[in-house]
T-cell receptor
Framework: DTAVSQTPKYLVTQMGNDKSIKCEQN?????MYWYKQDSKKFLKIMFS???????INETVPNRFSPKSPDKAHLNLHINSLELGDSAVYFC????????????FGQGTRLTVV | DAKTTQPPSMDCAEGRAANLPCNHS???????VYWYRQIHSQGPQYIIH???NNETNEMASLIITEDRKSSTLILPHATLRDTAVYYC?????????????FGSGTQLTVLP
């Protein structure tokens, strides 16, 4: 079973559209994350979230919003997509322990045309 | 912002040890050193972490200098499947410092 799964794996959409990327973890972890990896391969954290606290990277446009229907899911909703949003988006999760490792999904490659 | 410095690329012969250095001169006393790697087109994968003692697991060994300002990840017998970008990350234990902040990493290429 895949620990952290993301859907879809590939997403091609037009500018201005609204889209969501889903993430589910079956590890019972308390904290989930979204990362963006751009064309230069830099991995940048966008959000970290548990049921108590949302930490938003201040550089993330407010067109991006995390939505968590339950502890096992953290979906990424993007409004009014722009060309610069094209990237690979990774979801990750971690348990609450201070030293716990993070588990990453396989990524969603978003292409805005 | 990332607090680590790594060489952009390294090569290693298959079967030999790969030693990947990392500088983290501004590390504070409660921050851990983590290593992750990202094989092409996959999500990052945890390798190992440590505070001040050397650590070893089934994947690698982590050597942290006594002053904790640098560390070395050792893959004892590199294989072609170890070709990846290796990230050294310094992570705190509370609040936003607990987040994993990735730098540019080291592209390790294992040569046949």
């Amino acid at each position: 079973d895949t620990a952290v799964s993301q859907t879809p794996k590939y997403l091609v959409t037009q500018m201005g559209n609204d889209k969501s990327i889903k993430c589910e973890q079956n590890l019972g972890h308390d904290t989930m994350y979204w990362y963006k990896q751009d064309s230069k391969k830099f991995l940048k954290i966008m959000f970290s979230y548990n049921n108590k606290e949302l930490i938003i990277n201040e550089t993330v446009p407010n067109r991006f919003s995390p939505k968590s229907p339950d502890k096992a899911h953290l979906n990424l909703h993007i409004n009014s997509l722009e060309l610069g949003d094209s990237a690979v988006y990774f979801c990750a999760s971690r348990s609450g322990g201070s030293q716990s490792e993070a588990f990453f999904g396989q990524g969603t490659r978003l292409t805005v045309v | 912002d990332a607090k680590t410095t790594q060489p952009p690329s390294m090569d290693c012969a298959e079967g030999r040890a790969a030693n990947l250095p990392c500088n983290h001169s501004t590390i504070s006393g409660n921050e851990y050193v983590y290593w992750y790697r990202q094989i092409h087109s996959q999500g990052p994968q945890y390798i190992i972490h440590g505070l001040k003692n050397n650590e070893t697991n089934e994947m690698a060994s982590l050597i942290i200098t006594e002053d904790r300002k640098s560390s070395t990840l050792i893959l004892p017998h590199a294989t072609l499947r170890d070709t990846a970008v290796y990230y050294c990350i310094v992570r705190g234990q509370s609040g936003s410092a607990r987040q994993l902040t990735f730098g540019s990493g080291t592209q390790l290429t294992v040569l046949p």
